[in-house]
């Protein structure tokens, strides 16, 4: 994406020398007479480079990479890329199939931005970690996530990384893309199983917030420090399951009832499959029986 999006504006107002060279070689590999990527104009260059204020930057989680050559006649950005990934099996997972969760390469890529892009003013502007379905208010995988994290973000500034800031994603949990509320990034708790949909924070809330307080992390040989000691309201700790529900006549806990809608969907679609496929066989059945057996057999009586 750097080479795609941030080259241009930061660079030189041209895409990457790699960037072009590889879907030009693809693109007349393919029969077509020029690169499928478009050509900026001089004063295109001149107009693109060095139009920003600052470089805002998403960062969740790391890759391995490696080559991977795709067939010259697929066009597509991943064919264009020709880049394999894979995630290492000790990296410890997350909510999110594609989130293992590896500091260590926050530091790397913000010490990459700067030196491929001159040091530009840096915002970080989503960086978190998901849950998956309903689970304790207790999210101690986020805090070690944060802490992990920001840490790295401090180490990237003692490298002379120009941060500016930092953004946690997200504020609550949210409406994520395909995979809709099931996977949880917020530092709230949403419970979308009562109508009036409350925020109830978790306990990376309070740690959070003591980050924030004390912009870091105290020294701990140093005593206790000021900016530790607040009065914030501890939120409860108890898991947001044990929320009773009534369905079909059963009570059940929120997590129970949402797993018996889905079989009860997926019965339903059984059935409707099965019928349909009933129908079907009825009807070629059908179709195959003789007619006017009845009218022969009289004609020769």
């Given at each position: 994406?750097?080479?795609?999006?941030?080259?241009?504006?930061?660079?030189?107002?041209?895409?990457?020398?790699?960037?072009?060279?590889?879907?030009?070689?693809?693109?007349?590999a393919?029969?077509?007479?020029?690169?499928?990527?478009?050509?900026?104009?001089?004063?295109?260059?001149?107009?693109?480079?060095?139009?920003?204020?600052?470089?805002?930057?998403?960062?969740?989680?790391t890759?391995?990479?490696?080559?991977?050559?795709?067939?010259?006649?697929?066009?597509?950005?991943?064919?264009?890329?020709?880049?394999?990934?894979?995630?290492?099996?000790?990296?410890?997972?997350?909510?999110?199939?594609?989130?293992?969760?590896?500091?260590?390469?926050f530091?790397?890529?913000?010490?990459?931005?700067?030196?491929?892009?001159?040091?530009?003013?840096?915002?970080?502007?989503?960086?978190?970690?998901s849950?998956?379905?309903?689970?304790?208010?207790?999210?101690?995988?986020?805090?070690?996530?944060?802490?992990?994290?920001?840490?790295?973000?401090?180490?990237?500034?003692?490298?002379?990384?120009?941060?500016?800031?930092?953004?946690?994603?997200?504020?609550?949990?949210?409406?994520e893309?395909?995979?809709?509320?099931?996977?949880?990034?917020?530092?709230?708790?949403?419970?979308?199983?009562?109508?009036?949909?409350?925020?109830?924070?978790?306990e990376?809330?309070?740690?959070?917030?003591?980050?924030?307080?004390?912009?870091?992390?105290?020294?701990?040989?140093?005593?206790?420090?000021?900016?530790?000691?607040?009065?914030?309201?501890?939120?409860?700790?108890?898991?947001?399951?044990?929320?009773?529900?009534?369905?079909?006549?059963?009570?059940?806990?929120?997590?129970?009832?949402?797993?018996?809608?889905y079989?009860?969907?997926?019965?339903?679609?059984?059935?409707?499959?099965?019928?349909?496929?009933?129908?079907?066989k009825?009807?070629?059945?059908?179709k195959?029986?003789?007619?006017?057996?009845?009218?022969?057999?009289?004609?020769?009586?």
């Open positions: 994406m750097g080479g795609w999006f941030a080259h241009p504006i930061f660079k030189n107002g041209d895409y990457n020398e790699v960037m072009k060279t590889r879907i030009r070689d693809r693109s007349l393919a029969g077509l007479s020029k690169s499928r990527l478009p050509e900026f104009t001089e004063e295109e260059k001149r107009r693109i480079n060095g139009t920003f204020d600052f470089f805002g930057f998403n960062h969740y989680t890759i391995l990479a490696s080559n991977l050559d795709y067939p010259n006649y697929i066009s597509s950005y991943d064919a264009d890329r020709g880049v394999a990934s894979i995630a290492d099996r000790s990296w410890s997972d997350s909510g999110s199939f594609w989130l293992k969760i590896t500091p260590f390469g530091r790397r890529i913000l010490k990459w931005l700067k030196e491929e892009y001159g040091n530009p003013p840096i915002y970080i502007t989503e960086n978190g970690v849950e998956r379905g309903t689970s304790s208010l207790n999210d101690t995988i986020r805090i070690y996530y944060l802490r992990s994290y920001i840490n790295e973000v401090l180490k990237a500034i003692q490298d002379n990384v120009d941060i500016r800031g930092y953004t946690v994603w997200s504020l609550m949990d949210n409406f893309w395909a995979t809709g509320f099931t996977e949880r990034f917020g530092l709230h708790f949403t419970n979308y199983t009562d109508p009036s949909i409350p925020r109830i924070p978790k990376s809330v309070k740690y959070y917030a003591s980050v924030v307080r004390c912009n870091g992390f105290p020294d701990p040989a140093h005593g206790p420090h000021p900016c530790l000691q607040s009065e914030d309201v501890l939120p409860t700790i108890e898991s947001v399951t044990d929320r009773q529900v009534q369905f079909l006549g059963l009570t059940l806990d929120a997590t129970n009832a949402e797993t018996a809608l079989i009860l969907f997926l019965l339903l679609i059984v059935g409707v499959c099965g019928l349909a496929f009933t129908l079907y009825f009807c070629k059945v059908s195959k029986s003789p007619r006017g057996t009845g009218q022969h057999e009289l004609s020769q009586m």
